[in-house]
């Protein structure tokens, strides 16, 4: 009798441990499937506008339905990203990216995001509004002040059958006033461009604004008749 009581205790906790790991769905961004967008923009006043874009985007989002809570983490490939479309300019973008002390194919822009909650129930179709924060490095290198970046997008939940067999969720984020430099994104920072730091100042904007498109489908359809409640 008395292994009952602990036997007890044990079996609660397991039921609690499957509720947790029922109660989260797993969501993916697949950087194969060329649906996806990065878009980053550097505009300078006196200067170029510089576009660099990639559909290489990656991302797994955890998400608990009934608390409209998730998180996520993705990444975008250096070497998928593409500047102007131009090859002297993406070749220039890497060098600043890696400080050519790392390998371009080695570096990635990640970013993680602990926690998004939505403020109302996801409605099929209809787009909800979410604010968060972010954090991001690129090519392992984090804000030099070690903050985060504010993010603020909408997601729309497609259910199966409306894009593709899977529940899908249709996610539109932005990062305004994103300085490449306080991650070290310079030519200040790589050596060979010292010289030419002063030149350029006033040509290649410091801040810029990062957009991305994505489509998130759920890892299996064992919920596919259900309704998610948060990005």
Request: proline letters at 6%.
């Amino acid at each position: 009798m008395a292994g009952q009581p602990k036997a007890g205790v044990m079996l609660f906790a397991a039921v609690v441990a499957v509720s947790r790991v029922a109660a989260a769905t797993q969501f993916a961004v697949d950087p194969e499937v060329g649906n996806n967008a990065f878009t980053a923009v550097f505009d300078s006043q006196i200067g170029e506008r510089i576009t660099a874009v990639s559909s290489a985007v990656g991302c797994t989002l955890t998400v608990d339905e009934a608390k409209r809570e998730g998180r996520a983490s993705c990444s975008v490939p250096l070497g998928s990203v593409r500047v102007d479309n131009d090859d002297t300019k993406t070749e220039h973008f890497g060098q600043w990216a890696t400080n050519k002390k790392t390998d371009p194919k080695q570096c990635t822009f990640q970013v993680e995001v602990p926690v998004v909650t939505l403020p109302s129930p996801v409605e099929p179709k209809t787009p909800v509004a979410f604010t968060t924060e972010g954090r991001f490095t690129i090519c392992g290198r984090s804000r030099d002040d070690g903050q985060a970046e504010h993010i603020q997008g909408t997601v729309i939940y497609l259910p199966a059958g409306t894009y593709g067999a899977k529940r899908t969720l249709r996610i539109r984020a932005k990062v305004e006033h994103f300085d490449r430099e306080k991650y070290g994104v310079s030519p200040k920072n790589t050596a060979g461009w010292l010289a030419r730091v002063q030149q350029l100042a006033p040509v290649v904007g410091t801040e810029g604004t990062i957009e991305v498109n994505l489509f998130a489908t759920a890892a299996d359809a064992a919920g596919a008749g259900g309704q998610p409640q948060a990005e």
